[in-house]
């Protein structure tokens, strides 16, 4: 299958319409490429805040509600999309207050099939400024989408560099990695965490990111980061593991080839079998006892 993840720039919108014409654009772009999955990134929704202003959008509570409110909407245009261009997407993630899930609201990513499927996935663990500053707090449980492209796990942006997250999504071929981060460091530190999830799980990894500056929110004001897709540096897989990435800050669509059949074999066959391996660590999460060398 020939995957589209994004490098995606937030632009401060007019209304509805908008954003509606620019997704659009997007996903034509990319299914005229041919790409059968299209990955969005983390809090890319953050621009549905500006249809109601550029006070509201500024306003971290505010802006919750505004794109919350929003969502309904989004996720009409989203599968209508999916159906037509007979894609799958991974919709930007949003704040989205679901009062069956919390009393706050939750970093939510929504996955959308040619079939008029929907899942959602929330965010599991936050970053110091979700949970300090903006008060989002950890949604439903990891989940493992069974779909006509295989098997596809989200982990959104600070969830990839955790490995029991990634071993809970064991079984999936694909594990979709939605980010934004304001530094290189950041970014770096989700690129490392999705290609250590690629390595010991033996899987395609998909990296999305927004890109660029939002002087109109204080949330994602500004963003460093790139698509990429990773696999293992195995058997099938290129030396580095890197099967595409785009250029640092480089708006756009960038696209990888991969074959769930690599996968299988790399699993099976691979020069070395970490995700069969995975279990002869048991036990070694014990701290050893302390060695005096002095």
Same mark, same amino acid.
């Given at each position: 299958m020939k995957i589209a993840t994004a490098s995606y720039p937030p632009d401060f919108l007019a209304d509805f319409d908008a954003y509606a014409d620019k997704i659009t654009r997007w996903v034509a772009e990319a299914a005229g490429q041919?790409? /059968?999955?299209?990955?969005? #990134?983390?809090?890319?929704?953050?621009?549905? $805040? *500006?249809?109601?202003?550029?006070? *509201?959008?500024?306003?971290? /509570?505010?802006?919750?509600?505004a794109v919350s409110d929003r969502i309904p909407q989004a996720d009409a245009l989203h599968s209508d999309l999916a159906s037509r261009f007979r894609v799958h997407i991974l919709a930007a993630s $949003?704040?989205?207050?679901?009062?069956?899930?919390?009393?706050?609201?939750?970093?939510?990513?929504?996955?959308?099939?040619p079939t008029g499927a929907m899942g959602v996935q929330d965010k599991q663990i936050m970053t110091r400024f979700e949970r300090e500053t903006w008060d989002i707090v950890p949604g439903g449980p990891l989940r493992l989408f069974d779909t006509s492209l295989g098997r596809i796990g989200v982990l959104i942006c600070y969830d990839s560099e955790f490995p029991l997250l990634g071993r809970a999504l064991k079984e999936a071929d694909l594990i979709l990695v939605p980010s934004v981060t304001e !530094?290189?460091? %950041?970014?770096?530190?989700?690129?490392?965490? !999705?290609?250590?999830?690629?390595?010991?799980?033996?899987?395609?990894?998909?990296?999305?990111?927004?890109?660029?500056? $939002?002087?109109?929110?204080?949330?994602?004001?500004?963003? *460093?980061?790139?698509? !990429? =897709?990773? %696999?293992?540096?195995?058997?099938?897989?290129? #030396?580095?593991? =890197?099967? !595409?990435?785009g250029a640092l800050?480089?708006?756009?669509? =960038?696209?990888?080839? =991969?074959?769930?059949? $690599?996968i299988a074999h790399v699993r099976r066959d691979g020069v070395v079998l970490n995700r069969t391996h995975w279990d002869d660590q048991s036990g070694r999460d014990v701290a050893p006892p302390l060695v005096p060398l002095r």
């Open positions: 041919g790409a /059968e999955l299209l990955v969005f #990134p983390e809090y890319g929704a953050m621009e549905l $805040a *500006t249809i109601e202003g550029r006070a *509201t959008a500024l306003d971290l /509570e505010a802006s919750i509600h $949003a704040p989205v207050l679901d009062p069956a899930i919390a009393l706050r609201p939750v970093n939510r990513a929504r996955l959308f099939t !530094a290189l460091a %950041g970014h770096s530190r989700v690129r490392i965490g !999705a290609q250590a999830r690629a390595l010991e799980n033996q899987c395609v990894t998909v990296m999305a990111s927004v890109v660029g500056q $939002a002087d109109w929110s204080e949330a994602i004001d500004v963003s *460093t980061g790139r698509g !990429a =897709v990773f %696999g293992p540096p195995d058997t099938g897989f290129p #030396p580095t593991g =890197v099967l !595409a990435e800050n480089d708006p756009g669509w =960038v696209y990888a080839e =991969v074959d769930l059949e $690599a």
